[in-house]
């Protein structure tokens, strides 16, 4: 099994499109890609602590490829919007890959510039971040899986 990061948003939206993905072993959502140790909803939710509603991806790639989870990635979210998806705004819902190999990063990379030169987003510009995964911190447990928990289908301002 590999593992793969993404943030694109509010991560229920994210945790819920990753994990109807065939392949896909598991999802957690998280806090990545910030400066503080230990965030918690409310700290990020502040926009203080420099981290992201991330979803760590636990994949099988006999079944899928990191490739085709980034074409996931693409199709999910507004990629040219800076630091905001939807109504949600702010840093915690910024565009990011956080890669955690050498192969990440570059396939990451190379799949953005893929997309920026197609006609899917001709004359915007995609601001996605490609950073590197530092400590990826799971979400409060009321957080998991919320989509099937509560029943809901779309995600609201913290």
Same mark, same amino acid.
């Given at each position: 099994? %590999?593992?793969?990061? &993404?943030?694109?948003?509010?991560? /229920?939206?994210?945790?819920?499109?990753? #994990?109807?993905?065939?392949?896909? +072993?598991?999802?957690?959502?998280?806090? $990545?890609?910030?400066? $503080?140790?230990?965030?918690?909803?409310?700290?990020?939710? !502040? *926009?203080?602590?420099?981290?992201? %509603?991330?979803?760590?991806? !636990? &994949?099988?790639?006999?079944?899928? #490829?990191?490739?085709?989870?980034?074409?996931?990635? /693409?199709? +999910?979210?507004?990629? $040219?919007?800076?630091?905001?998806?939807?109504?949600?705004?702010?840093?915690?819902?910024? #565009?990011? =890959?956080?890669?955690?190999?050498? !192969?990440?990063?570059?396939?990451?990379?190379? @799949?953005?510039?893929? =997309?920026?030169? @197609? %006609?899917?987003?001709?004359?915007?510009?995609?601001?996605?971040?490609?950073?590197?995964? *530092?400590?990826?911190?799971?979400?409060?447990?009321?957080?998991?899986?919320? &989509?099937?928990?509560?029943?809901?289908?779309?995600?609201?301002?913290?």
């Amino acid at each position: 099994m %590999e593992r793969a990061i &993404f943030a694109a948003g509010c991560f /229920w939206h994210v945790e819920d499109a990753f #994990s109807r993905v065939k392949g896909v +072993i598991s999802t957690r959502v998280g806090y $990545t890609g910030g400066h $503080t140790a230990d965030p918690t909803y409310k700290k990020v939710c !502040e *926009g203080n602590t420099g981290h992201a %509603e991330s979803v760590e991806i !636990e &994949f099988d790639p006999q079944l899928i #490829s990191y490739d085709n989870l980034l074409d996931v990635f /693409w199709n +999910i979210h507004d990629p $040219t919007t800076l630091n905001r998806q939807g109504p949600d705004v702010g840093s915690q819902y910024r #565009s990011a =890959v956080f890669y955690l190999t050498p !192969e990440q990063k570059e396939a990451a990379h190379a @799949s953005k510039e893929r =997309v920026q030169a @197609s %006609e899917r987003f001709k004359g915007m510009k995609i601001v996605t971040e490609v950073t590197q995964a *530092g400590i990826f911190y799971p979400a409060e447990e009321y957080h998991q899986k919320y &989509f099937q928990k509560t029943g809901r289908t779309s995600c609201s301002l913290c």
